[in-house]
């Protein structure tokens, strides 16, 4: 081949190759197992809101987003032809879009985790109110710092899904002739 034909592998670090997207099942299935077994670990682990429990809220919030953008990826283009640049662009949007989710799923496991606390306390309260009560207490106490939390969110978010893009480009077949998918 020749660094002139669109189907090469210098058209495909160029952006203008057409790949076949593979099938992603297995690696959806590989990456729902640790963020299964962190969100059981969490949920009866972790006690209030330290560090470690934040930061484990927003690890597993992350792997959410991830498998469930790439379920809805393979669901949507799993075995279509599409060019290299159509592939980067879907993943940079979407994982920025999923990036600025993680946050927020993971304030939403903190209050989840605090109102299970409350169940086995000594008054025993309700789930509902208690999460609620822990939803409110949690968005107020980081609201001052939202902006900041969305910003790197998006960022990490971005710069995630260009690097799965790339993982999923490099592991495609390049193809020739076939009819074009668009993102």
């Known amino acids: 081949?020749?660094?002139?034909?669109?189907?090469?592998?210098e058209g495909a670090s160029q952006g203008g190759a057409t790949v076949r997207i593979p099938g992603l099942w297995?690696?959806?299935v590989i990456?729902?197992?640790?963020?299964?077994i962190g969100l059981g670990v969490f949920l009866k682990r972790y006690r209030g809101t330290d560090r470690t429990a934040m930061a484990?809220?927003?690890l597993v919030g992350t792997g959410?987003?991830?498998?469930?953008?790439?379920?809805?990826?393979?669901r949507r283009f799993g075995g279509v032809a599409m060019r290299r640049q159509n592939l980067r662009w879907i993943g940079f949007r979407w994982?920025?879009?999923?990036?600025?989710?993680a946050g927020?799923?993971?304030v939403v496991l903190l209050a989840a985790r605090w109102a299970i606390d409350q169940l086995g306390g000594p008054v025993g309260e309700q789930f509902a109110p208690a999460f609620s009560r822990a939803l409110v207490a949690l968005?107020?106490?980081?609201?001052?710092?939202?902006?900041?939390?969305?910003?790197?969110?998006?960022?990490?978010?971005?710069?995630?899904?260009?690097g799965v893009a790339e993982a999923i480009g490099s592991c495609a077949r390049p193809v020739r002739g076939a009819p074009l998918a668009e993102g």
């Not at 081949?1 to 592998?9: F, G, I, K, L, R």
């Not at 994982?95 to 989710?101: I, P, R």
Request: net charge negative; charged share 5%; glycine share 14%.
């Open 1 to 9: 081949m020749t660094p002139e034909e669109p189907w090469s592998s």
């Open 26 to 28: 297995p690696i959806v």
């Open 31 to 36: 990456l729902a197992t640790p963020v299964a």
């Open 56 to 58: 484990l809220a927003v």
């Open 64 to 74: 959410i987003c991830l498998v469930l953008a790439l379920a809805w990826f393979q």
């Open 95 to 101: 994982g920025a879009a999923g990036g600025a989710c």
């Open 104 to 106: 927020g799923i993971g």
């Open 139 to 162: 968005w107020w106490t980081t609201l001052p710092g939202l902006p900041v939390y969305l910003a790197v969110g998006t960022l990490l978010g971005a710069i995630l899904g260009l």
